[in-house]
């Protein structure tokens, strides 16, 4: 756990011990950094791995918007699209490509069926 959290083991003490008498703490702060170290790794990989998964076109939007930190108005001059077919059409999907290739998290979003309010669907 150590070698793959990318610390020492210095860095990862569990209970500092000062010898004044404490309440038990419920968590214990070095198993959290791990497992936030180890989720961060996790997301890492699986963002990557989505990333060659989507289409060349969603790939080269998603990397200007966030790898290369253009905003939406450089990216749409820049690949030769209109701002309406790139917000319409181009954005949503690349993220909609990104969201079915990103298997650790659903990042789909979901809108209410207006025909459910009705039934209680």
């Known amino acids: 756990m150590v070698r793959n959290s990318g610390r020492s083991i210095s860095d990862l003490k569990a209970v500092e011990m000062d010898g004044m008498p404490k309440s038990p703490s ?3 702060t070095a198993d959290r950094r791990i ?5 961060a790794e996790q997301v890492v990989k699986r963002t990557i791995e989505a990333f060659s998964h989507v289409s060349d076109r969603s790939k ?7 790898i290369e930190e253009f ?3 450089m990216c749409y001059r820049a690949i030769g699209y209109e701002k309406t077919q790139y917000f319409d059409k ?3 999907h690349a993220l909609l490509e990104f969201a079915d290739a990103y298997l650790l998290d659903d990042l789909h979003i979901y809108k209410e069926r207006q025909d459910s309010k009705k039934t209680g669907v």
């Open 26 to 28: 419920s968590e214990n």
């Open 35 to 39: 497992v936030q170290r180890l989720f």
């Open 60 to 66: 080269q939007v998603l990397s200007m918007l966030y």
């Open 71 to 73: 905003t939406d108005g």
């Open 90 to 92: 181009v954005k949503p």
